[in-house]
């Protein structure tokens, strides 16, 4: 089966800290996003990648970076970790276009990471 | 700005009732509307809806768009324990983005 995994479940930082989260799909997707989750605030995009090196932000970009050296990988960086980035993480990839045999664009998620900075 | 809003933000039913939930978007360039369920990890995929009023069915879950009101409905009938979940609803614009609603929290005590 197809799959999107996150390297940490669970992670604990400390505040200040750079944070790595790592994310890697096997469905040679074009596509790679990250989103954080919060309560009563749904999937909020933070950057996302259509190409190997190609990075966007999304709608919350600032304190965070990215990185897409391959084609599978796709890592967002907490440069300086602080309180208020704890979060679900959730990476996500799709096709460009539309998957046939799916019925949609392949949109496929990861099993998150739940950070906590403290 | 696009906006994508579900009601109600949470629920809770017995099991055999029946459940409807709303999502109404307001996007600059629509391209299809699409369902998630998610438990206790990863999102899972539904439905996807591009055309107005054509009903998508999967066992007791079904949903439908209404493109001219910009609002979508998943209804969910004879409910089970296994149907609690969050409810997402996204839409995808032109491009490669999804913008999410807050998610559904529904509970389905037996």
């Known amino acids: 089966d197809v799959k999107v995994t996150q390297s940490s479940r669970y992670l604990v930082k400390r505040t200040g800290e750079k944070v790595f989260l790592e994310c890697v799909q096997d469905?040679?997707?074009?596509?790679m996003f990250w989103y954080r989750q919060d309560p009563g605030l749904g999937l909020r995009l933070i950057y996302f990648?259509?190409?190997?090196?190609?990075?966007e932000k999304g709608d919350i970009p600032e304190g965070y970076s990215v990185s897409r050296e391959k084609k599978e990988r796709f890592s967002l960086i907490l440069e300086s970790a602080s309180t208020n980035q704890t979060s679900m993480y959730l990476c996500?990839?799709?096709?460009?276009?539309?998957?046939?045999?799916?019925?949609?664009?392949?949109?496929?998620f990861g099993s998150g990471t739940r950070l906590t900075v403290v | 700005e696009d906006k994508v809003v579900q009601s109600p933000l949470s629920l809770v039913v017995h099991e055999g009732d029946t459940v409807t939930l709303n999502c109404s978007y307001e996007?600059?360039?629509?391209?299809?509307l699409l369902w998630y369920k998610q438990e206790k990890k990863a999102p899972t995929f539904l439905f996807m809806l591009?055309?107005?009023?054509i009903e998508k069915k999967s066992g007791r879950l079904s949903s439908i768009l209404d493109k001219k009101e910009l609002f979508s409905i998943l209804n969910i009938t004879a409910t089970q324990t296994g149907d609690s979940a969050v409810y997402l609803c996204?839409?995808?614009?032109?491009?490669?983005?999804?913008?999410f609603g807050a998610g559904t929290i529904l509970r389905v005590k037996s």
């Open positions: 591009t055309s107005s009023g």
């Open positions: 996204a839409v995808k614009e032109y491009g490669n983005k999804l913008v």
């Open positions: 996500a990839s799709s096709f460009v276009g539309w998957d046939r045999d799916r019925n949609n664009y392949g949109y496929t």
């Open positions: 996007v600059t360039n629509f391209r299809s």
């Open positions: 990648s259509y190409d190997v090196k190609m990075k």
């Open positions: 469905m040679d997707h074009e596509n």
